[in-house]
């Protein structure tokens, strides 16, 4: 019995924190879930087989983007490799390891078995992916000194632990599906315009009406998308937030905020226009550094008080 209230508090726990961190995908996911079921019931002439369908096309999609087949596709559209050389593997391991351990002390429910990966790209980058893996480039590896790179990887951890990975999944996937739901629009409007051109000679008018009808659709799904981007990056700036959060709680909050300075140091990009700024999908650095430093400022004053 005390296993599994255990089990269940801490299924609760990682429910809370996915709800807290991926709101906005989960309501993304709806809304491409809704569409796909209201097209499905056309097509069945079915309510219940709609929704049942558009169910089951969601599942085996997440299925096989969640599967170890899945995950290495996604590892080779990334480009990254595992740990091929004994430099590497005696540097980067021992870091990982540490940093894992006091992952799983923290949220024992983490997925077992989680590797570590490179990519031989330049840029300063890291990033998890799936269920099972995480990813340092290349030009992270080289820039960052050891604390940073612990740092890094922590917050990592806390994109698997508040599950960003896999809400990141449910969204490509909706958005997979929702192209496709386009594209058959497109092509079913173009199929009517085909034939009612075949078959008429005098249709100036409903040329008119088709440009007026094809142009609202594009503009409509265009400020759609739009919409559900800017949505999504502020979800995603919020849950870059929350993964330093975590990077924090198991105790590499000052290697993170080294390697942000570092990152904002490196930094040569010019102001951002107003629709790059709603469309990232981080916060600006210096906010981010700032958070950390007001976390770490209180718990040194903390531990400093008589009182603890």
């Known amino acids: 019995?005390?296993?599994?209230?255990?089990?269940?508090?801490?299924?609760?726990?990682?429910?809370?924190?996915?709800?807290?961190?991926?709101?906005?995908?989960?309501?993304?996911?709806?809304?491409?879930?809704?569409?796909?079921?209201?097209?499905l019931q056309g097509i069945f002439q079915s309510v219940s087989l709609g929704y049942f369908y558009a169910g089951l096309a969601y599942v085996v999609s997440m299925g096989i983007a969640l599967s170890p087949v899945g995950e290495f596709a996604l590892?080779?559209?990334?480009?990254?490799?595992?740990?091929?050389?004994?430099?590497?593997?005696?540097?980067?391991?021992?870091?990982?390891?540490?940093?894992?351990?006091?992952?799983?002390?923290?949220?024992?429910?983490?997925?077992?078995?989680?590797?570590?990966?490179?990519?031989?790209?330049?840029?300063?980058?890291?990033?998890?992916?799936?269920?099972?893996?995480?990813?340092?480039?290349?030009?992270?590896?080289?820039?960052?000194h050891r604390e940073d790179l612990k740092g890094i990887l922590a917050h990592e951890f806390g994109h698997m632990a508040n599950g960003d990975t896999k809400a990141l999944l449910m969204s490509i996937i909706g958005n997979g599906i929702f192209s496709l739901i386009i594209l058959g629009c497109k092509i079913a409007m173009w199929l009517i315009n085909f034939f009612v051109s075949a078959v008429t000679e005098e249709n100036f008018a409903f040329r008119i009406v088709y440009f007026i009808l094809r142009l609202a659709f594009d503009y409509s799904v265009i400020a759609f998308m739009f919409v559900g981007n800017v949505v999504l990056s502020l979800n995603s700036r919020h849950s870059e937030y929350l993964a330093d959060d975590y990077a924090f709680q198991i105790g590499y909050g000052e290697g993170l905020k080294c390697g942000l300075y570092l990152i904002n140091t490196l930094d040569i990009g010019g102001r951002q226009s107003l629709k790059d700024g709603l469309l990232s999908s981080h916060p600006h650095t210096p906010a981010r550094i700032g958070r950390l430093e007001q976390k770490l400022e209180f718990e040194a004053h903390r531990n400093l008080s008589p009182f603890g």
Not at 9 to 17: E, M
Not at 109 to 133: F, H, P, Q
């Open 1 to 39: 019995m005390e296993q599994v209230k255990s089990y269940l508090k801490q299924a609760g726990s990682w429910l809370g924190l996915f709800l807290q961190s991926n709101w906005a995908y989960i309501i993304w996911f709806f809304l491409h879930y809704f569409l796909l079921a209201v097209i």
């Open 75 to 144: 590892r080779m559209l990334q480009g990254a490799h595992e740990i091929r050389t004994g430099q590497d593997c005696n540097y980067l391991m021992p870091l990982f390891e540490e940093v894992y351990q006091d992952a799983l002390e923290q949220t024992p429910s983490l997925s077992k078995g989680i590797k570590l990966y490179i990519s031989e790209e330049k840029t300063i980058n890291g990033y998890a992916m799936g269920r099972k893996t995480i990813v340092l480039t290349r030009g992270a590896i080289e820039t960052f």
